[in-house]
C-alpha cells in the first residue's frame, strides 16, 4: 500500500491514479472475479528444491510414468534417462535422436518430441519407435519440442524452430498442431507465434497454455468440442529473465511456468503471480510426480531437482480484492436511524488492490493459534482469561470462566465446544485478533505487520493484519455502485432470513446455546441438512440463500461483529484521506471517557430493528455492545483477516502515482456501467489519436477513435454489448503522450 501526504490535493491524486502502464495492469491482472489464493508466497516458501541428479549436458522434458519412475531427456546427451528413489537415474534409451519433450499416453507408452529426426514419435512396447508426424502439408516440421495429451487420445505439440538452421526450415511458421486419435491426421492449429514451447490444458482440458518464449508471453486458447483452438489471448506477459519454456498445472487451475533464469512462477486463473521458486540452475520443464502427483520434478541446467509444496496448515482462503475508487458513507439516509449520522458526510476513497479473508476466522483456527502460542510462550493464562505473555490486554475469554464461550481451557490445551469449528470465533478482543495476525504472519513466513504492545501497523509489512475500515466497506460492497446497494447482496432485506444471520432470522442454529452463531459460509444458496451440520434444532434440512457478494465474501453482514483497524471516531469522515485511509489517530472518547475501536458488519444478537446492524455501511465503536454497555457480553465480536497485495515477483511495481503523460483521458461515466458508458479526453495539442479499449490480458476488443484531432475536449461512447462482465482497460496514445483508465463492467 501506499500512503500519500495529506497536503496533496485530491485533485493531485486523481490525476495521478489514472497513470497505469498497460502492461503493468496486464500482469497485475486485476479481476472482479473472486481470486481464492492461497497465502501468497507461502506455497513453496519454506522449501528449497532438492537435486536429485546431475552430470548431464542439456536436462529436459520430465514425464512421470505409470510404473513409479520419472523419465527425462538430456537432449545434448541424446539420452533418455529413467530415474527411481533407489537407483538414481539410469539410460532408459539411447540414442534417443535428442528427444526433448515428453509424455505418457493412455496406453503407457512414451511419446517423444525428437529433434535429432524433426518428429513426434512413439516408444512401443517391443522398443521399436513409431513415427506419429514429420511432415504437414508435404513440409518437414521444424522441430516438435514439447507435447500434451488430451483425454481423448488427442495430441497437441510445439513446432519451434530450435535445434535447426534458417536454412532448414520449410514451412515458413512455427506451429502449434493437433494430430487426431483416430486417423492420426495432423492438423494445424495456431501459425502466428514467434516461438511456441511448453503447452499445457486446464484441469477440465477447456483452455490450452502455450508459452511463446522469444515474446516472453503466455497464452490461453480456448478449446473447442471439436478439438480445435479459438479466443487466443495473452494471459500473462514474463519479465524480467523470465524466458518461458515448460508449463505444469496444479489441480486448482494453477498454472507453473519454467522461467529460464528465473526459476518457476506460479500463475492463478487470473494470471496474477502467486509464488514462485527459486532453482539454482536455467530452469526448463517440470512435471508432477510421486504416486500422489504431489511432488514437482524439474529439469534446470545440467541437473534434475524436486520439490514437495508445503500444505499450509493454518492460512485461509483469501479473495483478491482490485483496488480502485468508491464513494464511502451512507448512501441511504439510514445511518442516523442507529446512532445520529456518524457516515457523513459521503466521501470518495481510493483503496489499493489487497486480499479479504473469504469467512471469519473460525474457532478451530483461533484454536489452533492459542494451542501453538502457548506452546512457544506467546500467552499465557490467568484466571479463564488469555493474556499476551506479560501483557495486560485481554486477548480471549475461554470456558468454563465464560459459560458462553466456545473455547475451552483445560488446563493444558483448547479445544473447540459444542460441535462449533467452523463457527466464528467469539469472545475475542481486538488485541486477541491482532496477535492472531502476527502468529499467523510467523507460520507464513511473511513480515508482521504489528507492534502488540501498542497497536500500532506498520501497513508496509506483507504480513496478514486486521482491513482497515475503508477497506472493509470496500470489499463489502463488492464494485457495486450503480446503485450503492444497503448491504452486500443488494437492497434485500433478508424478509425470510435466508441471506443473512441477524436476530430472530430463522436459521436451525438458533434454538442452541449462545452465541447464536452460523458457520461461516453457511448463507451460500445451497440446500443443508441436519445430518451434515448437526444443529441444535429439530428440522431435517435447511435452504439458505446466497448472501455473498460479488467479491465472494461471505458473512459480510450479520453472524458476527468484525473487528476492523481503525479508531472510532464520529466525525472522521469530514477528515478522511483519499488514498488508504487508516482512521484517526485516536477515538472519540466514549461515555466512560475511553476511545474504542471500529466494529463493522452487524450480527446474530441484536439491532433486529436495524437488520442486525448489518448495512455494508454502518459503523459501531465496541464500547457499544449491547443493552448493557459497557459490560455487555462478547460473544457477537469476531474477525476476519486482510493482507497487501504485492506483485514483486513480476518485476513491475504499480506505478499509479507517477505521471507518464500530459494527456488527459477523464474517468468515463457511469463507472461501474452496465452496456455503455462515456469516455471523455482533453487533447493538449493537435495530434494523431488512437483510443482503444483492452481486456486486463491486454487483447485489443475496441478501437473507438483513430484519427488526427485538433487541441481540444471530446466524449465517445462505448457500447460493450456482448462483452463480459468485468474490468477493461481505456488506453489514449495522443502523439507522444499516452494515458490509461480502468473500466467495470457488470452484468
Not at 466521501?347 to 502460542?373: C, P, Q, W
Request: aromatic residues 14%.
Amino acid at each position: 500500500m501506499e500512503y500519500i501526504s495529506k497536503t496533496e490535493t485530491d485533485q493531485d491524486i486523481l490525476r495521478k491514479r489514472n497513470t497505469f502502464w498497460i502492461i503493468a495492469l496486464v500482469l497485475i491482472c486485476v479481476s472482479v472475479i473472486p481470486m481464492m489464493v492461497r497465502s501468497q508466497s507461502t506455497y513453496f516458501s519454506n522449501s528449497e528444491p532438492e537435486k536429485i541428479a546431475d552430470g548431464f549436458q542439456f536436462t529436459e522434458g520430465p514425464c512421470w510414468r505409470a510404473g513409479g519412475y520419472l523419465v527425462f531427456s538430456d537432449i545434448s546427451g541424446n539420452t533418455v534417462y529413467r530415474w527411481t528413489e533407489d537407483k538414481g537415474a539410469e539410460v532408459y534409451l539411447s540414442p534417443s535422436y535428442n528427444s526433448n519433450g515428453l509424455a505418457e499416453d493412455s496406453e503407457g507408452r512414451l511419446l517423444m518430441a525428437q529433434h535429432g529426426q524433426r518428429r513426434l514419435a512413439r516408444l512401443e512396447a517391443d522398443g521399436s519407435q513409431t513415427a506419429l508426424a514429420t511432415h504437414y502439408n508435404g513440409k518437414q516440421l521444424n522441430n516438435p519440442n514439447d507435447i500434451a495429451i488430451k483425454s481423448d487420445g488427442s495430441i497437441y505439440f510445439t513446432d519451434p524452430p530450435y535445434g535447426i538452421t534458417p536454412g532448414q526450415e520449410e514451412l515458413g511458421f512455427y506451429g502449434v498442431y493437433r494430430l487426431e486419435p483416430d486417423n492420426g491426421n495432423l492438423l494445424l492449429l495456431v501459425d502466428s507465434l514467434h516461438r511456441p514451447n511448453g503447452l499445457i490444458f486446464s484441469p477440465d482440458e477447456s483452455i490450452l497454455y502455450v508459452a511463446d518464449t522469444d515474446e516472453r508471453r503466455i497464452l490461453s486458447y480456448r478449446v473447442d468440442s471439436n478439438g480445435s483452438l479459438s479466443n487466443g489471448q495473452v494471459f500473462v506477459y514474463s519479465s524480467g529473465d523470465c524466458y518461458v519454456d515448460g508449463l505444469e498445472i496444479d489441480p486448482e487451475g494453477n498454472l507453473y511456468a519454467a522461467c529460464s533464469d528465473a526459476g518457476v512462477r506460479i500463475f492463478s486463473e487470473q494470471g496474477t503471480c502467486i509464488d514462485s521458486i527459486e532453482v539454482p540452475e536455467r530452469t526448463r520443464n517440470l512435471a508432477w510426480g510421486d504416486a500422489d502427483k504431489g511432488t514437482l520434478y524439474i529439469t534446470a541446467g545440467t541437473g534434475v531437482y524436486r520439490i514437495r509444496p508445503e500444505s499450509p496448515e493454518y492460512a485461509p482462503e483469501m479473495v483478491f480484492i482490485p483496488g480502485g475508487e468508491f464513494d464511502m458513507g451512507d448512501h441511504h439516509e439510514l445511518g442516523g436511524l442507529e446512532h445520529g449520522n456518524d457516515e457523513l458526510p459521503i466521501h470518495s476513497v481510493y483503496i489499493d488492490s489487497f486480499y479479504m479473508g473469504k469467512f471469519e476466522v473460525t474457532n478451530r483456527e483461533y484454536s489452533d493459534y492459542l494451542d501453538a502460542a502457548l506452546s512457544r510462550g506467546l500467552i499465557e493464562m490467568r484466571d479463564g482469561y488469555v493474556y499476551g505473555a506479560g501483557g495486560t490486554e485481554i486477548f480471549c475469554e475461554t470456558y468454563p470462566t465464560v459459560d458462553h464461550s466456545q473455547l475451552a481451557w483445560d488446563g493444558s490445551t483448547f479445544t473447540v465446544l459444542n460441535n462449533r469449528e467452523t463457527h466464528p470465533v467469539t469472545g475475542v478482543r481486538w488485541f486477541g485478533a491482532i496477535s492472531y495476525c502476527n502468529w499467523l504472519s510467523a507460520e507464513e513466513n511473511l513480515e508482521a505487520c504489528y507492534d502488540l504492545s501498542s497497536g500500532d501497523c506498520d501497513f508496509s509489512q506483507n504480513g496478514f493484519r486486521l482491513p482497515t475500515e475503508a477497506e472493509w466497506e470496500y470489499a463489502g460492497r463488492g464494485a457495486r455502485y450503480d446503485p450503492y446497494y444497503i448491504f452486500p447482496w443488494g437492497n434485500d432485506e433478508n424478509t425470510d432470513g435466508t441471506l443473512a444471520n441477524w436476530p430472530e432470522s430463522g436459521d436451525p442454529f438458533e434454538s442452541g446455546p449462545v452465541p447464536l452463531t452460523t458457520p461461516v459460509g453457511f448463507y451460500n444458496g445451497e440446500l443443508h441438512q441436519k445430518t451434515e451440520f448437526d444443529w441444535p434444532g429439530s428440522r431435517e434440512n435447511y435452504l439458505a440463500s446466497d448472501g455473498s457478494n460479488a467479491y465472494g465474501l461471505y458473512d459480510m453482514s450479520g453472524n458476527v461483529w468484525e473487528w476492523v483497524y481503525d479508531w472510532y471516531d464520529r466525525e472522521y469522515y469530514s477528515v478522511s484521506p483519499y488514498v488508504n485511509p487508516t482512521g484517526p489517530e485516536t477515538g472519540s472518547p466514549m461515555p466512560d471517557g475511553e476511545p474504542y475501536r471500529t466494529l463493522r458488519g452487524g450480527n446474530w444478537y441484536n439491532g433486529q430493528e436495524y437488520w442486525g446492524h448489518g448495512r455494508v455501511s454502518n459503523r459501531n465503536p465496541s464500547y457499544y455492545r449491547g443493552p448493557d454497555d459497557p459490560d455487555h457480553a462478547w460473544y457477537h465480536i469476531g474477525f476476519r483477516i486482510a493482507r497487501n497485495y504485492e506483485a514483486p515477483v513480476t518485476g513491475i511495481t504499480d506505478r499509479r502515482f507517477e505521471p507518464v503523460s500530459s494527456v488527459s483521458l477523464f474517468s468515463n461515466v457511469p463507472n461501474p456501467f452496465r452496456s455503455t458508458t462515456t469516455i471523455g479526453y482533453e487533447l493538449p495539442e493537435h495530434s494523431d489519436v488512437n483510443l482503444g479499449i483492452y481486456t486486463i490480458f491486454g487483447q485489443q476488443v475496441s478501437t473507438l477513435v483513430d484519427a488526427v484531432q485538433p487541441a481540444g475536449v471530446y466524449h465517445v461512447i462505448w457500447d460493450a454489448s456482448g462483452l463480459d462482465s468485468g474490468i477493461y482497460i481505456c488506453r489514449i496514445d495522443a502523439g507522444k503522450y499516452r494515458d490509461i483508465i480502468k473500466m467495470l463492467l457488470i452484468r
